[in-house]
């Protein structure tokens, strides 16, 4: 609602004000998340972090070109300079044993990296043994990876050309070996290391080289004559990796303390020479007593992470992994540091190599380049610890003291936790998230760092992202191998986080055996309910469409483990429990007759009972997957489905859509099982309907009707397509009320109410109800509405104990109730079904049509009959003979063949001469995705359709339930944030729900001694039938017969005008304002018994049907009767309805079912309710003249507690007075105003007012009563009986007599009086100006 700014100045200047606190504490209706979102799944995010092509390194080859103790021609050394070689002296051993000995070395730097690679040494080779070489690894390797090591520190400097040099066979010469032919002998994928000078040039031509390679390979593939195209043409070499010393023009370092190749220790020997270097810093000064001596000597292996030496190499492969995850882009890291273990670690050792060569003026280079990283933070925490681990080594090497663990990881999990606590929504990824992951492989940190990463998880979908793509997938799957209790909840926690985003995970879960995980939480009643329902989540997951995880899970005994818990005390694990089932047996037999044995299906029917909406539908939806398995039938099976099916019958008035759209997919299930039975019945309907005809009452206008229809039987009256949401499919609800705004005026002169039969034929409705991609229905709703009244469906509530030869009308009938719901989204799944069925009778009794048998037993796949049992023993509706579909055209009347002209069927009209627009049965339409025509010719063509229910009926409710998981759980809701916007504006109208109580009040308690002022009139679109002031803003609903105008009172303008939805027999006879005081929806009731809830309206958005459902059932709607009469309590959520019937209904709005039904004990209809929370009564005024009090605590038979009998004729307006004794007010239509006392027999007061009363409303604060009567003027009395106006013109409007008044209301607070009459005008009258 848009605020008043005069108001909201007003309130701010009022400093002393607080808002009522009872406004905080009343209960909202329909504000879940049910009712507020679409009812589907998150939009599946890409899967970036599952590697679709991991590698291995599986060959090595280590060429080496030392020529040991010649130094090449184009290098000047120094002296003295770098020697080392795999820290090995070359000139302190023979020249042969010294390359021999630095080979071996360089093979065991590199197994420890990758042990199980295949590593080929060639020691100062020619051309041809490299050639040799690289050729028979990669004919070994086949598609794997092949690394390519060379050390030229022996040789030329490479060439411009694109040349490296080795030696010819008596190494009298340098031969130069061009690069191009590298990449042939090499192929692809392979990894280049290049250790020599002017590295870089290595690199470019390498590019040049494999460019050339492509436009080779686009010419060989345009031209296949081309000489090109008859070679055999090396490989691309995109997947090629480069790792070079130095850039092109940049010698290699020759400082004496170093290495010669530093870049090769750099690569393989990361941490010995990361800690040199770090001797040669000045800061190492501060570091007493380390030399590079003692650094040989660290004690422990670095593959032990509790040594020294172990937790350096740890500690450097986090921070190394960090930066990396830092600095890359995602899908650069996921290639170079996921996609293959020899590569990660070579570029993380590339990252140190980076820094330390840097420091000498050197420059690695990479193919892919990276970003700089050389400067990263990160570093200083590897300093640090690298300080904190030499400073203990003096005391460790000479004492022998114990060593003291870094506290890096404690200190980088503290820095992840403040990045949790302190950070704002939207902000950079945490560094530490790399290192979160290295901590899960350490015992002493590994619960707090679960802790954390789960925290993180919850963040949303997007961290679950991050995190698998950061690598913590293979971690936390290990991990379901642990056996510590303590673990249980936070790896559930996590498993349920990365699922909910993730479903594909089933598979690996499974292949690791990780389902028993979970199985086994879910057994344990130790474990806190919550923690069981992420893990049932967890295995509804693994079982989802997904047979080797159902049959994993089916051994695992998962369907006892559900059944127990199905009756847990937390909502949502009874609703995941049933999930689980519902997906376990799906399309899956051995769990089904599992589930037979142990009685699954009647254990799950308490749930169809359960306070909880999305409970009862996860119980629906799991009896539907039951039932709706095509395995082979037998008796017993099809007893059990439809013991099923008259269960699940029972929903058929449940109060929730969600509930109800569930309840049609589970019966269509088993219309797809039963499909020839189903058939036979939907001809006997059909027939039915054509030889009834039912009268409408719409069209049978009676004096007395306080609302008359104008309707000639010359305008068609057509119901919208799909009730409200389908009229937005041609225009959009706001632009079609436009267009209605200046309606034609219809030949006696007065404007046609608005309702979707004004439209014309063309526009969006269409006279059959079109399915979403309008192909025409076989049955238009009219045929299906016309139907269901003709099989007197009033049977339905005595569906329970009826013997199953009828199951099969039942359910049909069942069917066509849903499928005038007033929920659209509910009657279109139940339209589906039923044209599906009747699409198929329909063909199956062509005369000229005759089946082979075979292709009839695919046209109802599932029934007993195709499989050849019969169904009679079980006392089915007698099947369809399975060797031809002309037998039964006996029966049946030939619809028109396919070559005559479609003509109607001969049928009965209507009274009203209106004709239902459902007996053409277009012939030449092509139905769903394959037409009639083809039909003849198709033989698979039924079971194409077969498919079509099953596949195109689908609520989404599970993957909705699912959402649930992916978003934040532990964050605080927005609502109870107290800075949030959702909250200050909940505030704000609090603080003016107090104002306008407390300016209200002090002007009725002065008394109101006129209230004549006219301050509002308007012509409506429609005939207002129902007026209804919204408590707190300045907005009016006003109702005609089927759509409601919503108007400014005070600026007197119209702020929108909608379509209720009902059908075109029914009219609005109530509405309520729900949740008036926060965020309000319209309540509207039709005499037909359905109730609609609105929002979105009066603002600028489009108004949607938040949810609807009947609340009363068998009411038939007449023109003489009250139609449907309501009563809201806000404070315990319960709507009270009745009307032309002998009960009183009371739903549960929180629970969205009915709680109670009170008998009235009368012979006539209910006129109107008034209700007291405080003191549990209801008080109904009935069309006898009696006026009843209910107390509703009290049983059915006793609740009765009082009845008046004073009045003479119907009762107009009964009222009971909010206050702790206040009284009942009740009116006839004779005029005559009684008071009642609720513990006394008889009345207390009675007054006289005018007789003939049409309208009358009682004003709750100020004891007023307003009349309207036939007599065309309206007189308002105070509590003593004075008339205090009479009010017969209309102001200023020439003088013109006001119209007979058909419905009048006074404000809740305000004393202003609206007015509705027949001649279409709304006025609202108040006291004084100076008063108010």
Not at 36 to 56: F, H, T, V, Y
Not at 249 to 260: G, H, I, T
Not at 1042 to 1058: H, P, T, V
């Amino acid at each position: 609602m848009k605020m008043d700014t005069d108001l909201l100045l007003s309130t701010l200047g009022f400093s002393e004000e607080e808002p009522d606190m009872n406004d905080w504490e009343l209960p909202l209706a329909f504000m879940k998340k049910r009712h507020s979102e679409k009812i589907e799944g998150s939009k599946a995010l890409a899967q970036s972090w599952r590697m679709k092509d991991r590698m291995k390194t599986v060959s090595v080859a280590l060429v080496l070109c030392l020529n040991v103790g010649v130094d090449p021609p184009d290098v000047v050394k120094t002296s003295p300079c770098a020697r080392l070689e795999c820290w090995i002296d070359p000139l302190s051993m023979s020249p042969q044993k010294a390359l021999e000995t630095i080979g071996a070395n360089l093979q065991k730097q590199y197994e420890n990296w990758q042990p199980r690679a295949r590593y080929k040494q060639s020691l100062d080779p020619t051309v041809d043994e490299v050639k040799k070489l690289c050729t028979s690894l990669r004919r070994n390797a086949k598609e794997e990876r092949v690394l390519f090591h060379y050390n030229g520190h022996g040789v030329p400097r490479p060439t411009v050309n694109g040349e490296i040099w080795v030696f010819n066979k008596n190494y009298t010469q340098y031969i130069p070996l061009s690069i191009y032919d590298l990449q042939t002998w090499m192929g692809s994928p392979s990894i280049f290391v290049y250790d020599c000078s002017n590295a870089g040039i290595i690199v470019k031509s390498f590019k040049q080289f494999a460019l050339q390679r492509e436009q080779e390979l686009e010419v060989a593939a345009i031209n296949p004559s081309h000489p090109l195209a008859q070679m055999s043409l090396p490989p691309s070499m995109k997947n090629c990796i480069q790792l070079a010393a130095c850039e092109a023009s940049e010698l290699l370092p020759m400082n004496p303390d170093l290495p010669a190749d530093l870049f090769t220790s750099c690569l393989t020997t990361p941490i010995k020479i990361a800690l040199r270097w770090f001797c040669m810093q000045k800061s190492s000064k501060l570091v007493p007593g380390v030399t590079l001596d003692l650094i040989e000597k660290i004690p422990g292996r670095l593959n032990d992470r509790r040594t020294p030496l172990g937790e350096l190499n740890w500690i450097f492969t986090a921070i190394t992994d960090t930066i990396a995850w830092n600095v890359l882009p995602r899908d650069l890291f996921q290639k170079l540091f996921r996609q293959d273990l020899l590569v990660a670690s070579l570029f993380r050792n590339f990252l140190l190599a980076e820094r330390i060569m840097r420091s000498y003026n050197c420059t690695p280079v990479s193919s892919p380049r990276l970003p700089p990283t050389y400067m990263h933070a990160m570093w200083q925490a590897w300093d640090l610890a690298v300080d904190i681990c030499l400073s203990q080594l003096p005391t460790i090497i000479e004492e022998g003291t114990a060593f003291r663990h870094s506290p890096f990881f404690a200190e980088q999990l503290t820095a992840f936790q403040v990045w949790l606590t302190m950070g704002v929504e939207n902000r950079n990824p945490p560094e530490q998230l790399p290192i979160v992951l290295q901590v899960l492989l350490s015992q002493v940190h590994r619960l707090r760092a679960l802790d954390l990463l789960g925290r993180f998880l919850d963040l949303g979908p997007w961290a679950v992202s991050l995190a698998l793509s950061v690598g913590i997938f293979p971690y936390v799957l290990k991990l379901l191998q642990s056996s510590a209790r303590e673990l249980r909840p936070l790896l559930v926690f996590i498993w349920a986080k990365i699922l909910a985003v993730d479903s594909s995970c089933q598979a690996d879960l499974v292949k690791d055996n990780g389902h028993k995980y979970f199985l086994s939480v879910l057994a344990d009643s130790y474990m806190p309910a919550e923690h069981r329902t992420m893990a049932v989540f967890i295995l509804a997951v693994i079982v989802n469409s997904y047979s080797t995880g159902q049959e994993a899970c089916l051994q695992g005994n998962l369907i006892a483990n559900c059944l127990e818990q199905l009756s847990d005390p937390h909502p949502l694990l009874r609703q995941w429990v049933a999930i689980c089932l519902g997906r376990i047996w799906q399309n899956f037999d051995p769990a089904r007759w599992c589930g037979v044995r142990d009685s699954a299906h009647e254990k799950l029917y308490i749930l169809l009972s359960d306070p909880i909406p999305e409970v009862r539908c996860a119980a629906v939806f799991a009896l539907g997957t039951f039932v709706g398995n095509s395995a082979e039938r037998t008796d017993h099976s099809t007893t059990i489905d439809h013991n099923v099916a008259m269960m699940l019958a029972q929903l058929i008035n449940d109060g929730s859509p969600v509930v109800r759209k569930e309840l049609v997919v589970a019966l269509s299930h088993l219309v797809v099982q039963y499909e020839s039975n189903f058939c036979t019945v939907a001809l006997q309907f059909i027939e039915e309907e054509k030889n009834y005809t039912v009268p409408s009452p719409a069209n049978t206008a009676e004096p007395g009707n306080l609302t008359p229809v104008r309707d000639s039987p010359g305008i068609p009256r057509l119901r919208s397509v799909n009730s409200y949401t389908n009229i937005r499919a041609v225009t959009t609800a706001r632009n079609l009320n436009k267009s209605l705004q200046n309606l034609n005026l219809n030949e006696e002169g007065a404007p046609a109410a608005f309702s979707p039969g004004n439209l014309s034929t063309s526009s969006s409705a269409s006279s059959t109800l079109g399915s979403p991609d309008n192909d025409e229905y076989i049955l238009s709703f009219e045929t299906l509405d016309k139907m269901r009244r003709v099989s007197s469906y009033s049977s339905l509530n005595s569906l329970i104990g009826v013997s199953f030869n009828s199951v099969y009308t039942q359910i049909w009938r069942v069917l066509l109730h849903l499928a005038a719901d007033p929920f659209p989204e509910v009657s279109d799944l139940a339209m589906k079904v039923l044209n599906c069925i009747a699409y198929k009778a329909m063909m199956n009794t062509r005369p000229q049509r005759i089946l082979d048998s075979g292709s009839l037993t695919q046209s109802a796949p599932a029934s007993p009959t195709s499989k050849g049992t019969h169904i009679h023993h079980a006392g089915g509706s007698p099947p369809m003979p399975s060797t031809s579909s002309s037998s039964l055209t006996n029966e049946v009347p030939k619809p028109p063949t396919r070559d005559q002209p479609a003509t109607r069927p001969p049928y009965t009209p209507t009274i009203g001469g209106q004709a239902p627009h459902s007996h053409q049965f277009p012939r030449t339409r092509k139905m769903f995705d394959k037409g009639p025509e083809q039909a003849a010719e198709d033989g698979d063509e039924p079971c194409g359709h077969r498919n079509y229910i099953s596949a195109t009926l689908q609520t989404g409710l599970c993957d909705w339930s699912a959402k649930y998981f992916a978003q934040p759980v532990t964050k605080i809701p927005e609502e109870h944030d107290l800075q949030s916007q959702v909250r200050m504006e909940r505030q704000w109208r609090f603080l003016r729900n107090t104002r306008v109580r407390k300016q209200s009040r002090s002007i009725t308690q002065r008394g109101v001694s006129r209230l004549d002022d006219q301050i509002f009139i308007n012509r409506n679109p429609g005939v207002p039938s129902v007026v209804k002031f919204h408590p707190f803003n300045t907005c009016i609903a006003v109702a005609d017969k089927d759509s409601i105008c919503f108007w400014d009172w005070e600026k007197g303008e119209r702020l929108d005008y909608f379509y209720n939805g009902n059908p075109r027999y029914t009219r609005i006879t109530a509405m309520e304002y729900l949740n008036g005081h926060d965020c309000s929806l319209l309540l509207t009731a039709t005499d037909d018994g359905a109730l609609r809830v609105w929002k979105n309206f009066a603002d600028q958005k489009n108004p949607e049907m938040v949810t609807a459902w009947q609340g009363l059932s068998d009411m038939l709607p007449t023109t003489r009767g009250a139609g449907m009469v309501v009563d809201w309590e806000q404070e315990t959520g319960l709507l009270m309805t009745s009307g032309d019937v002998r009960i009183i209904r009371i739903w549960d709005t929180d629970r969205e079912m009915k709680v109670q039904d009170i008998p009235t004990g009368a012979d006539s209809c209910v006129t109107s309710l008034s209700c007291d929370s405080q003191r549990s009564l209801i008080v109904a005024g009935l069309g006898d003249g009696s006026v009843r009090v209910f107390d509703r605590r009290m049983g059915p038979n006793e609740c009765r507690i009082m009845t008046y009998r004073e009045h003479s004729a119907w009762v107009v307006k009964a009222h009971l007075q909010k206050e702790t004794n206040g009284h009942i007010i009740s009116v006839s239509v004779n005029g005559d105003v009684r008071f009642f006392e609720p513990r006394t027999p008889d009345s207390v007061n009675v007054l006289q007012t005018v007789k003939g009363l049409t309208a009358l409303d009682i004003h709750p604060q100020a004891n007023l009563f307003a009349c309207g009567s036939m007599n065309q003027f309206i007189a308002l009395y105070n509590a003593s009986g004075d008339v205090i106006s009479n009010i017969k013109y209309y102001d200023g409007f020439m003088g013109q007599r006001i119209g007979a008044i058909s419905c009048l209301a006074f404000h809740p607070h305000w004393p202003h009086l609206a007015v509705g009459s027949n001649d279409y005008y709304m006025s609202i009258y108040s006291t004084e100006k100076r008063l108010r």
